[in-house]
């Protein structure tokens, strides 16, 4: 499949109140995830974005239901990170996903 047609097939993509696209320039291209949360601090509602990247030449080798299955990969991650973020014991955030080496 092109890049253009992986592009239309996003467009059809609901999940949540989520925005996915896949921005393709040259040789790469970025499967993005885009949605709004409650800061945690401020309580602001701020949008958020996870992403990966992959070469064109890659995706465009992808069937339709291979793709697909990107495109859910990255909401399963959205969601893991998001309750990583949220999960705390008594008022502390014991799994960080912004911290590579977390202490015991």
């Known amino acids: 499949m092109t890049v253009n047609e992986l592009q239309h097939i996003v467009k059809g993509i609901k999940y949540k109140k989520s925005i996915i696209t896949l921005d393709h320039w040259g040789h790469d291209a970025v499967l993005k995830i885009t949605t709004w949360v409650d800061d945690i601090n401020t309580g602001d509602r701020v949008p958020v974005h996870m992403s990966m990247a992959y070469a064109s030449e ?4 992808m069937g339709r239901m291979s793709f697909l299955n990107e495109v859910h990969r990255l ?13 705390l014991v008594e008022g502390v955030r014991i799994f960080n996903p912004h911290k590579e080496d977390e202490d015991e």
């Open 58 to 61: 890659g995706l465009e080798r």
């Open 75 to 87: 909401c399963r991650r959205w969601e893991e990170h998001e309750c990583d973020e949220q999960f």
